[in-house]
């Protein structure tokens, strides 16, 4: 089991940058890739970002390629998603996701545990 908590959202104007984190219980946090979702109002959830178990290899979405960066510290059980250049499509709520295999993936259904999400408002 493993239970994930974001932070680190907020209110930015368009141009800036927030970085996020997420928080995982478990000694085992090493063993799962990550991934970052968001959902925008009145749409679905979307992939945004996914890491491997080691760091080693990252996936994107192409509305974000560039301009965010997913990353993770093993030790303290913490995948980041750092976001620059924010525009205000990228207005969301945004949720981390653990899935118990090394390698990272891009669809939803492929990861077990999720976070509550956090806010990201980006200001025009």
């Known amino acids: 089991q493993v239970q994930l908590v974001e932070s680190g959202g907020g209110l930015v104007q368009a141009g800036g940058s927030l970085r996020l984190s997420c928080a995982a219980s478990?000694?085992?946090?090493?063993?799962?890739?990550m991934g970052w979702f968001r959902q925008a109002p009145g749409k679905e959830r979307e992939f945004a970002a996914a890491?491997?178990?080691?760091?080693?290899?990252?996936y994107y979405a192409d509305s974000v390629k560039g301009r965010f960066t997913i990353s993770r510290d093993n030790a303290k059980n913490t995948v980041y998603l750092r976001m620059n250049s924010l525009k205000p499509e990228d207005t969301a709520v945004y949720y981390c996701?653990?899935?118990?295999?090394?390698?990272?993936?891009?669809?939803?259904?492929?990861?077990?545990?999720w976070g509550q999400g956090t806010q990201v408002t980006v200001s025009s």
């Open positions: 996701a653990a899935r118990n295999t090394a390698v990272g993936a891009t669809r939803q259904v492929e990861y077990t545990y």
């Open positions: 478990g000694r085992t946090f090493g063993n799962y890739a």
């Open positions: 890491i491997n178990w080691s760091g080693g290899s990252t």
